[in-house]
Nanobody, 124 residues
Framework: HVQLVESGGGSVQSGRSLILSCKVT????????MGWFRQAPGKEREGVAA???????TYADSMKGRFTISKDNAKNTLYLQMSSLKPEDTAMYYCAAVLRWVCPTGRSDEDYTLWGQGTQVTVS
């Protein structure tokens, strides 16, 4: 069955960059929708960005221009490049997928059926 494993989190200073990775195993090539979500302490999980099978991307407004979602189909890996990080970006970041060609609109976590274990990002 399909499994998602995130990596790349850590502690960084404000203004720095970080790249998260999500390795997909046990399933087809990345011919489905994938997304990144995050959850800060005491807050609800929110959608960060999504990319559908064709590579079309969508972003939450607050992440536009700072975050970039991408994927490498040959490596079965999803990425989230984060730049100009702020303390408010501190959260647990999750990789998620839903076996649909086109991503659901709105980036609701209820629309995604597969989840990784998360990777912590702390910005100080």
């Amino acid at each position: 069955h399909v499994q998602l494993v995130e990596s790349g989190g850590g502690s960084v200073q404000s203004g720095r960059s970080l790249i998260l990775s999500c390795k997909v195993t046990g399933g087809p090539k990345l011919t489905f929708c994938m997304g990144w979500f995050r959850q800060a302490p005491g807050k609800e999980r929110e959608g960060v960005a999504a990319i559908d099978a064709d590579g079309r991307t969508t972003y939450a407004d607050s992440m536009k221009g700072r975050f970039t979602i991408s994927k490498d189909n040959a490596k079965n890996t999803l990425y989230l490049q984060m730049s100009s990080l702020k303390p408010e970006d501190t959260a647990m970041y999750y990789c998620a997928a839903v076996l649909r060609w086109v991503c659901p609109t709105g980036r609701s976590d209820e629309d995604y059926t597969l989840w990784g274990q998360g990777t912590q990002v702390t910005v100080s």
